[in-house]
C-alpha cells in the first residue's frame, strides 16, 4: 500500500485561517504557505491514489494538475463572492470520457471533513439517455452493485436527484421504475476532518474507492460503447 504521512499541521491551520479570513489580501501574502503545506500533499496524495489506479484501474489514473481543483471559487452565479475554497479537492475519472458526465471518483480534504464520492453527478441529454437504457435491460445488476453489505458499509446509500414519475419512453409499471427515475447515481460520505493529518487517511480512501471500481466500470460501459460510435461515425464522415 502507497504511503501517505497526511497533511501537515501547518497546512491544516492554513485552511482553518483561510475560512475565517477569505479574502484575496490575506490569501496572496500567505500563498506560498498554500502551495508548500496544502497543494504539494494533496499532489503526494493524488499521486498515492494513482499508484493504486494504475494497477486496480488504469484508465482512471489522472494527472495531478488535471485530478486537482483549483482553489479559485467561481463566484460569478453565487451570492457568495469569498474567491477561495476553504477545502482541496481532486476527482478521478476515465480518461476517454468527460469529467463529469460519466462515473467518477472525488474526495476532498479539510480540517473540519473529508468528503468520498463516486458515480454519476452530472449527466447531459445524451449520458441521461445512454444510462437510462442500459439501466432498464441490467437494473437488477444495478441493485446487486448498489445495494452489497460492503458498498452500504463503506459507501451508504445510493444519492442523487430524482424523477417524480418514470420518464416517457418507459413503461409505468417498469420493474426498475425507481432506478430509471434518477438523474443522478452517485454515492456520498463524509469522515472526520481528523483523519485529514492521519497517516491513514490514503487507506481510508483507496478502501473506498476500491469498492466502488465494479459500479464505475458497470456505469461507464455503455458510454465508451457510445463514444466509440461517436469516434467511428466521425471517421466515415470524413
Known sequence: MARFPGF??????????LKKNNKREWFQPRKEIFEEKVKAPMTELVGAVNEALGKAAPAYVTEPSKAIY?????????KDKTPYKTHIAATFRHR????????????????????VAAGVYMPGPDELRILRHMLAEEYEKFRGLTGSKTVKKLMGDLQGEQLARIPK??????????????????????????????????????????????YLEFMNAPLLAGRKRE????????
Open 8 to 17: 501537515p499541521a501547518e497546512g491544516l491551520q492554513f485552511l482553518r485561517q
Open 70 to 78: 483549483r482553489i479559485y471559487r467561481d463566484t460569478r452565479f453565487s
Open 96 to 115: 476517454s470520457l468527460g469529467k463529469h458526465a460519466s462515473a467518477g471518483l472525488y474526495f476532498s480534504v479539510s480540517p473540519d471533513e473529508i468528503e
Open 169 to 214: 419512453g418507459f413503461a409505468a409499471d417498469h420493474p426498475g421504475e425507481d432506478v430509471l427515475r434518477r438523474k443522478q447515481w452517485y454515492f456520498y460520505v463524509t469522515l472526520d476532518g481528523v483523519n485529514a493529518g492521519k497517516e491513514s487517511l490514503y487507506g481510508e480512501l483507496w478502501k473506498r474507492f476500491e469498492v466502488m471500481m465494479p
Open 231 to 238: 469516434m467511428k461515425a466521425a471517421a466515415f464522415d470524413r
